[in-house]
């Protein structure tokens, strides 16, 4: 939080933006704050106030998406080795924050309590061995000869299947060199690597429809995972995309189970997708079909042409349960290649590089794996983002989704403001091709700790830092509308956004200027009292912050 009352004064608003831009960048300064106008309504005055954007997008802000990574990498390592089981509140509900995987009960359809299906697995698919559940949630220790003590953990990667033969580096088979299936021996560095070899064989529908629905795959093999260890294992996934633009998974998972285990949970998970057929769409600009209308009078969809109702959602999955013949309309399954490695918690440098590979492109967009400028691709490139963004944006994503109507069902709980074909669900955007869900999942137990909770952990090892070495650190809740008056006990602090006209905004510039200079002042602060810390000099008689010691120099 920035308050930018002083912003006339500082000595950096002489430089042109981008220069300002850049040392905000290299200070780890948000460069896209947002403004606002606070109102102390005891006193009667007003600042402005800048706010971090948030972003973890490095192509919006790379100070707030590097901010997010380390905290990320924090919530990780904190989970990863814990040795003793977390005792969660009453309300599990505090922990908002964080993903888990499904109830170990659920089941197959969207609404279980109307529909029953059978719960017998696909003949397709292996069986799993079913072992006694323990509710412990930490690995198992092992004993070395030497009467040393490991916990070890796993690192596991799941990617899914083929959707089709891309172009890939060559490659020996029994010594002799195998090239790509296009005749061409490409280089490391060849654009063209990871594109399909011919786009029109290539699978564009089954890989669009794998990443709508990825999140449930990745909590199928999670479920099995569990049943077959026989504890209730607790990770830190992150999703991201290869290079094809499928993604995969790398999941940081606490204890241990065999290697072999793991690959036939992988090869045994699958989510099958119980939905109304959603094939070829029935109504849009291709099939000449003009789209449905909404009829005020009976409140639902009508066929433009007939004046046909439009079936509903309920009536639709009642149509497929009531079919013998039925079949899902989409299976997940994973791909054969699952790399597993084992972490134990004394080798530092394996768990350091294990995280940072782990979250390595939490800022990168799904859409920007080739790239954040369109005009830089190579043209195999954009051809495949292309397709693939093609079919993501017109397939469901979920029972509610407007996409629905183009393939003739209502959608759940539709009401006449849906306009058909146009889900406002961001994994319909080309920037998520079709991961709509987060990208990083974490279970409830692993530390037990909202993103909130982890950021005051990493604000209160600063905070003791400089008190010991008598720097007072600025309150991050000293303008919080938590805070009451004194009278009748309403909001002492009132928030409103900063217009853009405002004629007592300050620029961009102004805003920049005055944060990198509070920044550097800062650090400087807390390298010096990292320094005394190490040799245990005493500090400052008087206490001082780094926004005292600002507004001082800027006064002189």
């Not at 102390?40 to 990574?69: F, M, Q, Y």
């Not at 979250?359 to 954040?372: P, R, S, V």
């Not at 509070?518 to 000099?537: L, M, S």
Request: hydrophobic share 30%; aromatic share 6%; charged share 25%.
């Amino acid at each position: 939080m920035t308050n930018t009352a002083t912003h006339g004064r500082i000595t950096l608003d002489r430089f042109p933006l981008d220069v300002v831009q850049d040392l905000a960048i290299t200070n780890g300064v948000c460069v896209r704050p947002i403004l606002n106008r606070v109102v102390d309504t005891e006193t009667g005055t007003e600042r402005i106030v800048g706010v971090s954007c948030g972003s973890t997008l490095i192509s919006k802000c790379p100070p707030c998406a590097e901010a997010n990574r380390r905290l990320r990498m924090q919530q990780c390592r904190e989970g990863w080795h814990r040795d003793t089981e977390l005792e969660l509140p009453a309300d599990t509900d505090q922990l908002e924050d964080e993903d888990q995987a499904e109830p170990e009960d659920a089941g197959t359809d969207e609404e279980p309590t109307r529909r029953v299906r059978s719960t017998r697995r696909r003949q397709d698919a292996p069986d799993l061995p079913r072992v006694p559940m323990d509710k412990r949630t930490v690995g198992t220790t092992f004993r070395a000869p030497n009467g040393k003590t490991y916990r070890p953990s796993m690192f596991i990667t799941l990617t899914l299947e083929s959707y089709g033969a891309t172009h890939r580096l060559p490659y020996r088979v029994k010594g002799k060199l195998v090239p790509c299936s296009c005749g061409v021996d490409h280089s490391p560095t060849s654009p063209v690597l990871s594109t399909p070899v011919d786009p029109s064989t290539y699978d564009y529908r089954r890989a669009a429809l794998d990443a709508l629905h990825f999140s449930k795959g990745v909590d199928r093999f999670v479920q099995n995972l569990r049943r077959c260890a026989g504890y209730k294992a607790q990770y830190f996934a992150v999703v991201e995309p290869q290079k094809r633009l499928a993604p995969h998974l790398h999941m940081a998972v606490r204890g241990t189970v065999p290697r072999e285990l793991v690959r036939q949970v992988a090869a045994a998970t699958y989510h099958q997708v119980w939905w109304p057929d959603h094939e070829t769409p029935l109504y849009s600009s291709q099939t000449g079909a003009d789209l449905p209308v909404w009829d005020d009078g009976v409140e639902r969809f009508l066929d433009p042409t007939t004046g046909a109702l439009l079936p509903t959602w309920d009536d639709a999955l009642d149509d497929l349960a009531a079919d013998p013949g039925s079949r899902p309309a989409h299976v997940v399954r994973f791909g054969e290649q699952v790399d597993y490695k084992g972490i134990v918690a004394d080798s530092d440098a394996k768990v350091g590089k294990a995280i940072g590979y782990l979250t390595k492109y939490l800022g990168k967009a799904i859409g920007e794996t080739y790239g954040d400028d369109r005009a830089d691709l190579h043209p195999a490139q954009l051809d495949h983002l292309n397709r693939l963004h093609e079919h993501v944006k017109v397939l469901p994503c979920s029972p509610a989704c407007a996409n629905w109507l183009l393939y003739g069902v209502t959608p759940k709980d539709a009401t006449g403001s849906l306009v058909p074909g146009e889900c406002d669900s961001k994994a319909h955007d080309r920037e998520h091709l079709g991961l709509g869900g987060r990208r990083v999942l974490v279970s409830r137990q692993w530390t037990g700790k909202t993103l909130t909770d982890h950021r005051a952990d990493r604000a209160e090892v600063i905070r003791q830092t400089l008190a010991a070495a008598g720097v007072e650190m600025d309150d991050q809740t000293a303008l919080s509308v938590a805070q009451t008056t004194s009278d009748d006990e309403q909001p002492r602090f009132i928030w409103t956004p900063v217009r853009p006209g405002d004629e007592d905004a300050p620029t961009q510039k102004e805003v920049l200027a005055y944060s990198v200079t509070k920044r550097i002042r800062w650090r400087e602060q807390y390298e010096a009292a990292k320094q005394r810390a190490r040799d245990g000099t005493s500090p400052p008689d008087k206490p001082n912050s780094a926004t005292d010691q600002l507004a001082a120099s800027s006064a002189a």
